[in-house]
């Protein structure tokens, strides 16, 4: 039984690694990086101002141009705190090497779309720490680093649902990197489709912007990451938590 939502929006600051520094993107697309330097300073920056998760992507192994496995192992290993992993878990060997860092849970992408069988056969094994990233344009997802189309969001939705996924990471790919606000209506939208939590990804600009989110706490939304904005210095981590307590 899915517990219901209460409480304090969870706020997962994130370190996307590209060729071994952490970088952001817009609307995802390879070769549209800022570098911010070390992944593995930013994490545990975010970690001594009060960060309960860490969302830790590895983008060379989401695109397919290698992996940062090694130190995205080092950081997952130097965290105290919660991390969620994404990027390139795709099969066993990926979903092991990921799961042997020691991380909370991993987000799958493109293996949702891809090889469905596989997904619901871990999803039976490993429960909640396997989340699904729903990483959309319109109502359309993309996999492959979101590269490629891969069929209906809420289609897709319905069968992660029927095969007892426990939780989503929701991306608007045009929100993502642009600090151009949520896409809340996405979100409300999703949280209607499913009883499972829902985690706000891409867009987050302002501490008004989380206080939106927060007050989506009761439909269904669990967390919003935030990459950008924290690294453009829109907000202090410090604040965006004070911000979402008072909510
Ligand atoms: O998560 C992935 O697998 C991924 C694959 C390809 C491109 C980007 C990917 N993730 C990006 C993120 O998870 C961002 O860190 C997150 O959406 C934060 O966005 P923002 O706050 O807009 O910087």
């Known amino acids: 039984m899915t517990v219901p939502p209460s409480g304090t929006l969870e706020l997962l600051?994130?370190?996307?690694?590209?060729?071994?520094?952490?970088?952001?993107?817009?609307?995802?697309?390879?070769g549209s990086e800022t570098s911010y330097g070390s992944p593995l300073q930013a994490a545990l920056a975010w970690q001594r101002a009060g960060a309960e998760?860490?969302?830790?992507?590895?983008?060379?192994?989401?695109?397919?141009?290698?992996d940062n496995r090694a130190l995205v192992r080092e950081?997952?290993?130097?965290?105290?705190?919660?991390?969620?992993?994404?990027?390139?878990?795709?099969?066993?060997?990926?979903?092991?090497?990921?799961?042997?860092?020691?991380?909370?849970?991993?987000?799958?992408?493109?293996?949702?779309?891809?090889?469905?069988?596989?997904?619901?056969?871990?999803?039976?094994?490993?429960?909640?720490?396997?989340?699904?990233?729903l990483d959309v344009r319109g109502t359309t997802l993309r996999g492959r680093g979101w590269t490629r189309d891969g069929g209906d969001l809420y289609e897709t939705l319905a069968r992660l649902d029927s095969e007892g996924c426990a939780r989503y990471v929701v991306t608007d790919i045009a929100k993502d990197g642009t600090l151009q606000?949520?896409?809340?209506?996405?979100l409300r939208n999703v949280c209607a489709a499913t009883d499972k939590p829902v985690v706000?990804?891409?867009?987050?600009?302002?501490?008004?912007d989380l206080r939106a989110l927060a007050g989506l706490v009761?439909?269904?939304?669990?967390?919003?990451?935030?990459?950008?904005?924290?690294?453009?210095?829109?907000?202090?981590?410090?604040?965006?938590?004070?911000?979402v307590a008072a909510v």
């Open 75 to 133: 950081v997952t290993e130097a965290m105290d705190i919660k991390v969620e992993l994404s990027g390139g878990i795709r099969d066993d060997a990926t979903l092991a090497a990921a799961l042997a860092t020691g991380c909370t849970r991993v987000n799958l992408g493109t293996a949702a779309l891809e090889t469905p069988e596989w997904v619901a056969k871990v999803i039976a094994e490993h429960g909640d720490k396997i989340a699904v990233g």
């Open 218 to 243: 009761p439909a269904g939304v669990e967390g919003a990451i935030v990459g950008k904005a924290l690294y453009a210095k829109a907000f202090t981590l410090e604040e965006a938590l004070e911000a």
């Open 181 to 186: 606000g949520p896409n809340l209506e996405l």
């Open 13 to 30: 600051p994130a370190v996307d690694v590209r060729d071994g520094q952490a970088v952001r993107l817009v609307h995802g697309e390879s």
């Open 53 to 66: 998760w860490l969302h830790l992507v590895d983008l060379d192994a989401a695109f397919g141009t290698g």
């Open 200 to 208: 706000a990804s891409g867009g987050v600009s302002s501490l008004d």
